[in-house]
């Protein structure tokens, strides 16, 4: 039987998601100190769901899948008939060639919304794949992740951070609270995350 990617029906989103193993597939998630950044210290895809055996399945199929000559092919024939698509609810960017593959994917699907967010953006040559993603594409978002959970925010067209609660929160233009811990953790309506008019959203942490 030939392989295919596997996609998470996360309940929060409003579409499909494909993801990878968390920590291991993240080389923006250890800091110069070799520690795991404040942000990736306490990451929800370590924790409850993702820790079951179907969920670790799917994403170790990924893993090995996105490697084969057809993945590209078989990922456009599926995120087509989507208007809205995320990458990574849990996992990142580890191999600059899986970003090429993911352009590709992004380029013959240019009637669907993409969201990546990523740290992998930290590692030069992945950075460079991830500039032609963010320049030459009008239908993906690339939303780099700061590494802090209090806050502070980092340089780029979109990014995102983390706040320990909404209280924290100071709005300023371009910037958007993510309000989905007042909709039992689900976006609903909102598309903030795939806006690329909103230069900064703004998580709690969970």
């Known amino acids: 039987m030939q392989a295919s990617p596997k996609f998470s029906d996360t309940s929060k989103m409003p579409c499909k ?4 193993p968390a920590i291991e597939t993240c080389p923006g998630s250890v800091g110069k100190d070799g520690k795991l950044v404040p942000a990736c210290q306490k990451c929800y895809a370590n924790k409850g769901f993702y820790k079951m055996e179907p969920a670790k399945n799917l994403r170790a199929h990924n893993l090995a899948d996105w490697k084969r ?3 590209v092919d078989a990922m456009v024939q599926e995120i087509q008939k989507n208007k809205f698509f995320r990458w990574f609810d849990s996992g990142d960017i580890p191999d600059p060639l899986l970003a090429k593959k993911i352009f590709m994917v992004c380029y013959f699907t240019p009637t669907v919304m993409h969201w990546l967010p990523t740290r992998s953006f930290k590692i030069p040559e992945i950075a460079l794949e991830l500039d032609d993603l963010e320049g030459l594409l009008q239908n993906v978002v690339i939303r780099k992740s700061s590494d802090s959970v209090t806050g502070e925010t980092i340089e780029g067209k979109n990014t995102s951070t983390i706040l320990q609660s909404s209280k924290d929160f100071k709005p300023k233009k371009g910037s958007v609270l993510c309000r989905a811990f007042e909709r039992s953790g689900k976006c609903e309506k ?8 909103v230069e900064i959203v703004y998580y709690v942490e969970h």
């Open 17 to 20: 998601s494909w993801s990878l």
């Open 190 to 197: 909102c598309r903030a995350c795939w806006n690329p008019k």
């Open 69 to 71: 000559p057809g993945w």
